[in-house]
């Protein structure tokens, strides 16, 4: 099994390319569950004991060519995945200052605090405590005082250090808000960063404890559908009987897309012939006739990171292109060269579709208060609302009051969010959590910004030497959050902030940008101002070619700053607060700042 999600002969196999095949036997089985139940466009979300992988599907895997691997940088091909430290051994604490889930895991020795061995307060200690795991009802002994000892190991630290009383329940919740909010900031990854909105997509959780977070989750996102396969902890063991053999065949080609001389069918069709040529002499398995997937990666001349489209017969390369950018990045750069960097092409084994579950037949719901069901005893068409304990022999899930189960066939369940039902918008929390998930929030903004300048970038100091630095301020300037990027640039934040402020009128929807000279160095900084005060920050050597030279912002971007460099006759000039809009700037000239 490879980290690409198929897999490939002994004979030709190597070590590097299976270092993610769990998780990706995981996505694989996750689609072929849920196009038996008539799903096409999935989010995953595997929650193991140590960590939780979120992937996407929508008809099609989003691949990597590149990935990091604890120190390593592997040049292999895999499934998107990405992977935050959050599971059911994820350790829950204190650290002087806020609350903290992960990334240290309690492991399989101790193992968590109901372990009865000795071992920390983890997530399934808090799941334990909070009702949504039956301690009856699984094969592995928990002991709840166990848990409860450990969740008063840490209330008694919060006492000591910070002089507040913190109840069981508003503990246990902030744990669990916590690291809920981790496992939605992965899936925001890899959806929202590439454009697609996580409410057009169902939930299927998996791994052990996937369903006992899932619908939380999915209200995070907006999601109002969630899937749970029956053998949910064995889902990588079953996908990994569900891969194709498949074969990769790539060309570099780095040239320009309008090159006549460049024929994107002909090399489509040479390289399919290459990859149909390596699967014939994997195995004597029937190819398929056409290729799995053609995957073009295109980019604006300059720029180092290529945009994947894929490509069907007869569609136009160009035309494609500049909407996925457009809706993604929110602007098109002006009179720049489309250069096509590469082509892949899979070529994999014919597989039959798989066998159609339809919806069962709408049943009464159960009657309320049984509140654990046994899910190999529930029938086909069972239906019940939530609060339910849905316990497995492989896994555990929880349905909250907001959700509705319904059993299909072979015990899948499917969970639906109830129209009539509200979702949480806030809460109130104490100090030492609302610090911890607030930080969690403010550094996934930060470090979203850092990512969209290193993409769109044409300049070697920002994509290259990353020279830049993004954070978020208060309106007074100071810092609350900033990117692990060069930090030198802070310095001048505040500097700016208060220039701008003091020549500016402001109101609701207004965003300015500002040249401010740098004291420490020969550069400049330029500042946007977001609507809410909070301030992102570059430096000005990278600005000559980081975006088009006028305001432009797609009716999509809803009012995100454009990334827009600007010319400057001189240090110190700012550009007043304007409205952006899709016809550009609409007032404003450059004033001294001074």
Same mark, same amino acid.
């Given at each position: 099994?490879?980290?690409?999600?198929?897999?490939?002969?002994?004979?030709?196999?190597?070590?590097?390319?299976?270092?993610?095949?769990?998780?990706?036997?995981?996505? #694989?089985?996750?689609?072929?569950?849920?196009?038996?139940?008539?799903?096409?466009?999935?989010?995953?979300?595997?929650?193991?004991?140590?960590?939780?992988?979120?992937?996407?599907?929508?008809?099609?895997?989003?691949?990597?060519?590149?990935?990091?691997?604890?120190?390593?940088?592997?040049?292999?091909?895999?499934?998107?995945?990405?992977?935050?430290?959050?599971?059911?051994?994820?350790?829950?604490?204190?650290?002087?200052?806020?609350?903290? #889930?992960?990334?240290?895991?309690?492991?399989?020795?101790?193992?968590?605090?109901?372990?009865?061995?000795?071992?920390?307060?983890?997530?399934?200690?808090?799941?334990?405590?909070?009702?949504?795991?039956?301690?009856?009802?699984?094969? !592995?002994?928990?002991?709840?005082?166990?848990?409860?000892?450990?969740?008063?190991?840490?209330?008694? *630290?919060?006492?000591?250090?910070?002089?507040?009383?913190?109840?069981?329940?508003?503990?246990?919740?902030?744990?669990?808000?916590?690291?809920?909010?981790?496992?939605?900031?992965?899936?925001?990854?890899?959806? !929202?960063?590439?454009?697609?909105?996580?409410?057009?997509?169902?939930?299927?959780?998996?791994?052990?404890?996937?369903?006992?977070?899932?619908?939380?989750?999915? *209200?995070?996102?907006?999601?109002?559908? #969630?899937?749970?396969?029956?053998?949910?902890?064995?889902?990588?063991?079953?996908?990994?009987?569900?891969?194709?053999?498949?074969?990769?065949?790539?060309?570099?080609?780095?040239?320009?897309?309008?090159?006549?001389?460049?024929?994107?069918?002909?090399?489509?069709?040479?390289?399919?012939?290459?990859?149909?040529?390596?699967?014939?002499?994997?195995?004597? *398995?029937?190819?398929?006739?056409?290729?799995?997937?053609?995957?073009?990666? %295109?980019?604006?001349?300059?720029?180092?990171?290529?945009?994947?489209?894929?490509?069907?017969?007869?569609?136009?390369?160009?035309?494609?292109?500049?909407?996925?950018?457009?809706?993604?990045?929110?602007?098109l750069p002006e009179q720049t060269v489309i250069e096509l960097e590469s082509v892949k092409v899979f070529a994999t084994t014919a597989a039959d579709d798989p066998a159609?579950?339809?919806?069962?037949?709408?049943?009464?719901?159960a009657l309320p208060g049984h509140t654990i069901r046994l899910w190999e005893e529930l029938p086909e068409g069972f239906a019940a609302r939530g609060p339910l304990v849905?316990?497995?022999?492989?896994?555990?899930?929880?349905?909250?009051?907001?959700?509705?189960?319904?059993?299909?066939?072979?015990?899948?369940?499917? %969970?639906?969010?109830?129209?009539?039902?509200?979702?949480?918008?806030?809460?109130?929390?104490?100090?030492?959590?609302?610090?911890?998930?607030?930080?969690?929030r403010f550094q996934a903004v930060a470090q979203e910004m850092g990512t969209q300048l290193q993409r769109t970038a044409f300049s070697v100091n920002v994509k290259e030497?990353?020279?830049?630095?993004?954070?978020?301020?208060?309106?007074?300037?100071?810092?609350? #959050?900033?990117?692990?990027?060069?930090?030198?640039?802070?310095?001048?934040?505040?500097?700016?902030?208060?220039?701008?402020?003091?020549?500016?009128?402001?109101?609701?929807?207004?965003?300015?940008?500002?040249?401010?000279?740098?004291?420490?160095?020969?550069?400049?900084?330029? %500042?946007?101002?977001?609507?809410?005060?909070?301030?992102?920050?570059?430096?000005?050597?990278?600005?000559?070619?980081?975006?088009?030279?006028?305001?432009?912002?797609?009716?999509?971007?809803?009012?995100?700053?454009?990334?827009?460099?600007?010319?400057?006759?001189?240090?110190?000039?700012?550009?007043?607060?304007?409205?952006?809009?899709?016809?550009?700037?609409?007032?404003?000239?450059?004033?001294?700042?001074?």
């Amino acid at each position: 099994m490879s980290s690409a999600g198929s897999l490939q002969p002994a004979a030709q196999f190597h070590p590097k390319d299976s270092l993610l095949s769990g998780p990706a036997g995981g996505i #694989v089985g996750a689609v072929a569950i849920a196009r038996q139940l008539g799903f096409e466009k999935i989010l995953t979300l595997d929650m193991g004991g140590t960590s939780t992988d979120a992937a996407r599907y929508a008809g099609q895997f989003d691949f990597r060519f590149f990935c990091q691997v604890g120190d390593a940088q592997i040049l292999s091909p895999s499934l998107a995945i990405e992977t935050v430290a959050a599971g059911g051994g994820s350790i829950c604490g204190f650290d002087g200052e806020k609350l903290t #889930v992960g990334p240290a895991s309690a492991g399989a020795s101790p193992g968590p605090a109901c372990y009865g061995a000795g071992g920390p307060l983890t997530i399934t200690d808090v799941n334990l405590l909070l009702g949504k795991l039956a301690a009856d009802a699984i094969s !592995v002994p928990l002991s709840l005082p166990a848990a409860q000892a450990a969740l008063q190991q840490v209330q008694h *630290e919060l006492l000591a250090r910070t002089g507040t009383t913190y109840s069981d329940t508003e503990l246990l919740r902030g744990f669990e808000q916590i690291a809920n909010e981790k496992m939605a900031d992965a899936i925001r990854r890899i959806s !929202v960063r590439q454009g697609f909105d996580p409410r057009d997509y169902a939930l299927l959780a998996f791994g052990g404890a996937g369903g006992m977070h899932a619908c939380a989750i999915a *209200e995070l996102l907006g999601i109002n559908q #969630v899937i749970l396969p029956r053998d949910a902890g064995l889902l990588s063991a079953y996908g990994m009987g569900q891969a194709p053999l498949e074969k990769l065949a790539e060309q570099q080609v780095l040239r320009p897309l309008s090159d006549p001389a460049l024929s994107v069918p002909e090399l489509v069709a040479t390289l399919f012939g290459q990859a149909q040529a390596q699967l014939r002499q994997a195995g004597p *398995e029937a190819v398929a006739a056409h290729p799995a997937r053609v995957l073009l990666y %295109l980019r604006f001349r300059g720029q180092d990171t290529p945009l994947e489209l894929r490509y069907q017969p007869g569609m136009d390369p160009t035309q494609a292109f500049l909407a996925a950018y457009a809706a993604q990045f929110g602007y098109l750069p002006e009179q720049t060269v489309i250069e096509l960097e590469s082509v892949k092409v899979f070529a994999t084994t014919a597989a039959d579709d798989p066998a159609r579950i339809f919806p069962p037949a709408p049943q009464a719901l159960a009657l309320p208060g049984h509140t654990i069901r046994l899910w190999e005893e529930l029938p086909e068409g069972f239906a019940a609302r939530g609060p339910l304990v849905l316990a497995g022999q492989q896994a555990t899930a929880y349905l909250p009051p907001a959700w509705q189960l319904a059993i299909w066939a072979n015990g899948h369940a499917v %969970l639906t969010h109830t129209p009539a039902a509200t979702r949480a918008t806030g809460e109130s929390w104490g100090e030492a959590i609302a610090l911890e998930l607030f930080t969690n929030r403010f550094q996934a903004v930060a470090q979203e910004m850092g990512t969209q300048l290193q993409r769109t970038a044409f300049s070697v100091n920002v994509k290259e030497r990353l020279d830049f630095s993004c954070a978020l301020l208060d309106p007074q300037a100071n810092l609350l #959050v900033n990117a692990p990027h060069i930090p030198v640039h802070l310095g001048s934040l505040g500097c700016a902030r208060g220039c701008v402020w003091k020549n500016c009128r402001w109101s609701r929807g207004m965003s300015s940008w500002s040249i401010i000279p740098n004291t420490a160095a020969p550069t400049c900084r330029i %500042l946007p101002c977001c609507r809410a005060f909070f301030w992102l920050m570059v430096p000005a050597s990278a600005t000559s070619s980081t975006g088009p030279t006028t305001p432009k912002l797609a009716a999509s971007a809803q009012g995100r700053c454009p990334p827009m460099p600007l010319v400057w006759p001189k240090r110190g000039w700012f550009l007043p607060p304007s409205c952006w809009c899709g016809a550009g700037c609409r007032s404003g000239k450059a004033l001294p700042a001074s």
